[in-house]
């Protein structure tokens, strides 16, 4: 079963020309389509995160401020990133959605679900918008869900670091963020030396990858690297910034990604969750459009026990060595940090 | 106080960063330091990065000669990122910079907006001196 959010309309959130556009959603749409799902298709109520939820994870000024930045008409908040009037409404929505899909996924019990929501989210920071990304999505679904005792593991395979989710969770002790992405690519953050704050120490992993990497090499990061990590800290829950810019096609990245390999991701992110009902994937990017089509479907096809592929995965790319290195120099910054006299770095 | 060897200063072509870099070689004449111009790419720049730089360091290039300072102490840093972040790393290898120089708004940043404002963020999150250059210093 496939639960997806209610559809928000979010064509009041476009710039024109600006990659990061309702298209997106109509494609994923596409996708979702493809897979003929009938009844096991089931659509979770739309709903708009309430400002209790979103200060979980953002500063209350930040959100005064973008909604009266939208509420004057909009405009660019930085060289990347925009809103326009509508923007404070939809990007609440959006924030919502995911909460409302878990809720979805708890009274079935079953089932997976996808957040297809825009504008993306994994970039936002608590207090400022950055990478497109307004409010951060998946962090206020995984800050609602340990609010209510779960422990969230957060699997990011978009080909950018989500720096937002990333700094948000830094010391929470019951999130483990795992993020593969392009290295050196923007936002720059996301090295395998970030390793958490004090109380999570160990809670944050990141797999850095070269240009041209394909799915095997990051099968094999999240084999490798992220599956005994994940396996020692015991998820109830698993979200996943479900992006689909590492695909070949996308233009706003070096990663030689097929469909064939989100199933797999998509397969292996299935098998971290601790029971059905239990995995819900959040949209961030993917830009061409034909190729997050066909990814979508293809992941959430795996997901669901069927064999929809439009392309098979592919293999034979750079990366394996990054990833032992990645490896390595974790290692490394875990025992350095356990060197660190503990109470003297309390010290305020 | 240790010697200030290297200024960072935020540009990205605007004004108000040109403003940045003429005080920063202002500065870095009287104290003896170097200058890197610390460039951030985003995520829409990246497609045409090569023309960019080109024009980034064209800019440079005429500001140096302008300005008179020594153009063997003028380094162009292109990093990905944004601004704020970029410009926090700066403090770290390999830029070891010792001062962050910024101008009051970067390019694309609206005018009301506080939070979003490079400079504030710069001047909450750094652990090593920011100067912000006032807009009146722009003068094209
Ligand atoms: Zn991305």
Redesign the interface.
């Known amino acids: 079963m496939l639960v997806i959010n209610g559809p928000t309309d979010d064509s009041g959130h476009q710039d024109p020309g600006h990659p990061e556009r309702p298209d997106r959603v109509t494609a994923v749409m596409a996708g979702i389509a493809d897979l003929h799902l009938g009844s096991d298709l089931v659509v979770a109520p739309e709903y708009s995160a309430t400002r209790a939820e979103l200060t979980r994870v953002h500063e209350g000024g930040y959100l005064d401020e973008l909604d009266m930045f939208c509420y004057e008409g909009g405009g660019d908040l930085d060289e990347d990133t925009y809103a326009t009037y509508k923007s404070w409404s939809i990007a609440r929505f959006a924030a919502g959605a995911g909460i409302s899909a878990v809720d979805t996924l708890r009274q079935r019990n079953d089932g997976v679900a996808f957040v297809v929501t825009r504008p993306p989210g994994h970039h936002a920071l608590r207090d400022r918008a950055m990478g497109f990304c307004l409010l951060n999505n998946i962090a206020v679904t995984a800050a609602k869900l340990t609010s209510e005792g779960e422990r969230v593991l957060i699997i990011d395979w978009d080909v950018h670091h989500g720096n937002g989710t990333q700094s948000i969770f830094w010391n929470d002790p019951n999130v483990l963020y795992v993020s593969t992405h392009q290295w050196p690519l923007f936002p720059g953050s996301g090295t395998p030396r970030e390793i958490g704050g004090l109380d999570a120490m160990g809670l944050t992993l990141n797999i850095p990858l070269p240009p041209g990497a394909t799915g095997d090499v990051v099968r094999q990061a999240i084999d490798e690297a992220a599956t005994p990590v994940i396996e020692k800290f015991g998820p109830t829950w698993v979200l996943v910034s479900a992006g689909f810019d590492a695909h070949r096609d996308d233009p706003m990245a070096d990663l030689k990604l097929t469909s064939g390999d989100f199933a797999e991701l998509g397969r292996m992110a299935f098998g971290f969750a601790p029971r059905p009902g239990r995995l819900a994937l959040f949209l961030e990017g993917g830009y061409d459009l034909a190729a997050l089509q066909g990814s979508v479907a293809a992941t959430l096809s795996s997901m669901l026990g069927g064999e929809y592929q439009p392309e098979s995965p592919s293999s034979g790319g750079p990366g394996s060595e990054m990833v032992f290195r990645a490896r390595a120099e974790r290692v490394l910054a875990l025992r350095q940090a356990e060197e660190v006299p503990t109470d003297q770095d309390r010290v305020i | 106080m240790k010697p200030l060897r290297t200024i960072a200063v935020g540009f990205?072509g605007s004004d108000d960063s040109k403003a940045a870099v003429r005080w920063a070689f202002e500065m870095a004449s009287q104290v003896d330091s170097d200058v890197v111009l610390v460039h951030a790419?985003?995520?829409?720049?990246?497609?045409r990065i090569e023309e960019v730089t080109a024009e980034l360091r064209e800019t440079v290039r005429r500001l140096t000669g302008e300005s008179g300072f020594d153009h063997a102490r003028v380094r162009l840093h292109v990093?990905?990122?944004?601004?704020?972040?970029?410009l926090l790393?700066a403090k770290d290898a390999p830029l070891e910079a010792d001062l962050i120089v910024v101008g009051s708004r970067?390019?694309?940043?609206?005018a009301?907006?506080?939070?979003?404002s490079t400079s504030l963020?710069l001047a909450e999150h750094s652990s090593i001196p920011v100067v912000v250059v006032p807009s009146q210093h722009a003068d094209g």
């Not at chain 2, 790419?41 to 497609?47: N, T």
């Not at chain 2, 990093?79 to 970029?86: F, L, M, R, Y």
């Open positions: 990205d790419v985003g995520l829409l720049e990246r497609a990093a990905n990122g944004d601004p704020c972040s970029v790393r970067g390019q694309g940043e609206h009301g907006l506080l939070l979003g963020q």
